[in-house]
């Protein structure tokens, strides 16, 4: 979902708890055998102005763009993190008055609106975990306070995979042990059940504007990769229509038309490569190709009145909008900013909404009208976050599986290089870096470190067969890319071949782990956030559903393939490591459980391998803003540490 998913909130490490430093006894590989603690740096910068900045781009509040009621546009909810953790917010577009919705713990982001504006429905977890349930309050009247929350129809505690609310009747997602529930209840009669259980994936996308038929996807008879797409009727679970396309191509669902008794769906396909929109008319089941031919991968959304499309292209990293004309098959170019564009959406007066961002500015809400004006739509309490620096564009030869051309975007210190880099990789593996603002760049790039992102195969944007290429090598595959990144970085003066760093993540996290083991002649220092470090123990621990998509990736399990899953593993390559490992991991993450995690530790120390340890009493990510910037410094405090940098980097202080 290139174009729906939220950059802003989006999850690095969850907790509110400040983390804890754990001391570790085994000796530095260099030639000290003392330990050194992870620290959390009281300050980076001895500058208070430079200080103030960095953490200025964390602190300054943002907004995701407002998603209104169907039948009740001036009804809406974003999320914000205002209060310091991302909360859920109502707004009402007629009066103005804004509410904050939940008071979470650990924060909460997952949220929708019923069609008729009267409920908001967010799901919350007690412990950050991801685990939880839906709660539900009415859409404040105007001048009135929040009402307390009510019980949802769906009481069942889980992990959410989407939900569709109609007026009085809806379908909502879980997983849970047992596989994955679409859930069905109708309120007029009081009925709750399972519309349809799959044990291994399941999501709900849409339904129709009466509220009688949904569109879902599932597993049964495809994979958790390339699911089966049904349209099922309310009630009695019929199947009113299916397609898949087989089990080398995927599809997508946009949704429903929005005209009553139209019953098309807006989806795409990647049947030549990348994925391209179509329309799916289930009375006919007939498909309308959509002509647009456009490089790039595309994304859509539907115009009021489903007689154009908003098209969306993402290229490069970029994202550029169009109109399409579905009568005469027309394409104009939306002229907005180039950059990163996520969340648009065409609203009832034909004006899009969208969120907009590069690397240098900051997020916008913002609003292109029907009379060619664009502005900010809805800006976030205080002054907005300090920009950045722009990236840079490299492309770099592979060969091997889907050989091409590596894109490589990059950012350099306002000083002269080379200069000590940090190669931060994206998580996923089925994601992309792309030209979008990122606090973290951003202080790395204060700190006197160039930046480096590489999308490696098995990104997302690149077309099916770079990203498919990494199945069956998942990790040795695009390990080897981001060697040609540093071999590029190196060749022309950008990265000091003596002080590089490897970071990521969750699945950026397991590359860097894996890198510093495979590549160890490369890497300075590693750097993984809730990373995978022992391949077998965490297929075993993790979420059932993330077992199904190592299945597919690796082409079985650890049973299956064993030879995989060794060469693939962090845990295999401990004997090489020579570069000091930071590893920074929540205690409750259903993702990259702890416990394959500390067989990583024991094998570490086994060794004499030098490491430091940072762990928090949450998940897998954080929607706290504090405990993402203790995050931050301690990662940048410990590459300073050990690498030194061209900034004016505080060493010492820190917090034990």
Known sequence: MESSRLRLPTPTHRGRAP???????????????????????????????????????????????????????????????????????????????????????HGAYVCALSADGRWIWYFTDPSGAETGRWHRVR????????????????TTEGFPLGQALGVSRGVVAMMAADGCTLWYYDEDKSEVSA?????????????????????????????????TVSVLA???????????DGADHGLEVFGFSPVPGDRRILMAHERDGNRVPFIWNLDDDSETSVEADLAGETWARWFPGASALLLGRSEWGRTSLYRY?????????IPVRTGWIGAAAARQDASIEYVWCDAAHPPEVRRYGTDGSDRVLLCAPGEPAPPSRRVLDAFVDVDGPAAGRLHVLYATPDSPGPWPTVFSVHGGPYAADEDYFSAIRATWLDAGFAVVHANYRGSTGYGRSWREAIKGDPGCLALDDLGSAHDWAVAHGVADPRRCVLRG????GYLALLGVGRQPRRWAAGIAGAPIADYVAAYREQLPSLRHFDDELFGGGPDDVPE??????????????????????????PRTPPGQLARFEEAMAEHDRYYEKYTFDAGHGSLEVEEQIRQCAVEIGFAVRHLGSAGTVDRGSGRQ
């Open 234 to 244: 309310l009630g009695d679970g019929r199947e009113i229509g299916r397609k898949w």
């Open 139 to 154: 859409f404040p009247a105007p001048g009135r306070p929040l009402p307390e929350p009510e019980e949802t129809p769906i």
């Open 505 to 508: 993540w969750s699945w950026g």
């Open 564 to 589: 995989v899953y060794v060469r693939s593993s962090p845990l295999t390559y401990v004997p090489r490591v020579v570069a000091p490992v930071l590893l920074l991991c929540g205690d409750h993450d």
């Open 325 to 333: 004309d579905l009568a005469r098959h027309g394409l104009d170019r």
């Open 195 to 227: 519309l349809l259980h799959d044990s291994t994936s399941a999501s709900v996308h849409d339904l129709d504007p009466a509220d009688e038929l949904a569109v879902v996807s599932h597993a049964a008879g495809a994979s958790m990769l390339r699911p």
């Open 19 to 105: 983390g804890r430093c754990v001391r570790d006894s085994s000796p530095e590989p260099r030639s000290s055998s003392v330990a050194n603690d992870a620290r959390v740096p009281e300050r980076l910068f001895d500058d208070p102005a430079r200080e103030a900045t960095w953490r200025r781009r964390f602190t300054a509040a943002v907004v995701t763009p407002p998603i209104p009621a169907r039948q009740r546009p001036e009804h809406n909810v974003y999320v914000s993190n205002s209060s310091g953790t991302f909360q859920v917010h109502a707004w009402n577009r007629v009066t103005d008055e804004h509410w904050e919705v939940t008071t979470a713990r």
